[in-house]
């Protein structure tokens, strides 16, 4: 077999019928790029029987049932083969020719580049608005180039960089803790935002609620580390005017990019509801901190 160019780590947390649809796209890059696929799983061995059946090209990295996807995808760093590794999730389907792009749009003067994000949950109105409030920033059209923020379900690093920030890498943050050091160090961050993704999660309004609020409890909670209790708690308060701020900047987003336009008038409501969730989740990880929030959230 010949040696992979590409490994694409997929954390496994949402199950088989998510996770299917995902590995059937990644088989069909195959024809273009000499692929190593690495499914993290936590879910247990009913999970793995099916990916070993279906897609025994994959390799199975197992990970506790309470291990949080910044760990995952941690692990699987460590054990990619190939030069360079993308990271997906178990509910995106990349298109074809998705794995040669990603590679063609990697040089030395653009290490890391990430692409952008499309719905791909098109069927219900509950999908639509969760999808709106988590993505508005990640759809096109997005400004090709430097970019100051990347996302972290469709982009791709050299392993070398991955190996020589492996202390960042392994601290238990998402994707922004890793980019921010990069700019730090010089390292430049690219947008190329014809290289799509499509995101097909499907949500009911309460477990979407319940997801908005785990990040942002999680990521409130990293965020507030080390500070003493008035700053926690001035941090906590002050969130809980977040809800109007967080709706207006999702709806002039979209109504800038100039799609979805019908979509958004239809989700309105649902937005309300889920900003609300997304500035309790906060409060709470300012105040009482992250908990275990982090590994909850899929």
Known sequence: MAAAELSVVVPSVNGFGDLSGTLEALER????????VLVV????????????RRFPLVRILEVPPHSTIPDMRAVAFRAATAPSVAVIEDHV??????ARALLAAQSELTPVVAGAVENAATSSQVDWAAFLCEYSHCTPPLPAGPAEWLTGNNIVY????????????????????LHDTLRSEGIPLTCRPEIVVGHKMHYTVGLYMSQRYLYSRSYAGARAEGAGFAKKMAMGV?????PPLLFWRTVSRIRAKGRHSAELVRSLPLLALFVVAWAAGEAVGYIAGPGDSLSKVR
């Open 93 to 98: 389907i990349v298109p074809r020719g998705w």
């Open 41 to 52: 799983d936590r879910l247990g061995e009913e999970v793995r029987r099916q990916v070993r």
């Open 158 to 177: 050299p392993r070398a960089l991955l190996e020589k920030f492996q202390t960042v890498v392994e601290s238990g943050g998402w994707e922004n803790r």
């Open 29 to 36: 890059q195959r024809s273009d790029v000499a692929l190593e």
């Open 238 to 242: 002050a969130s809980l005017a977040l």
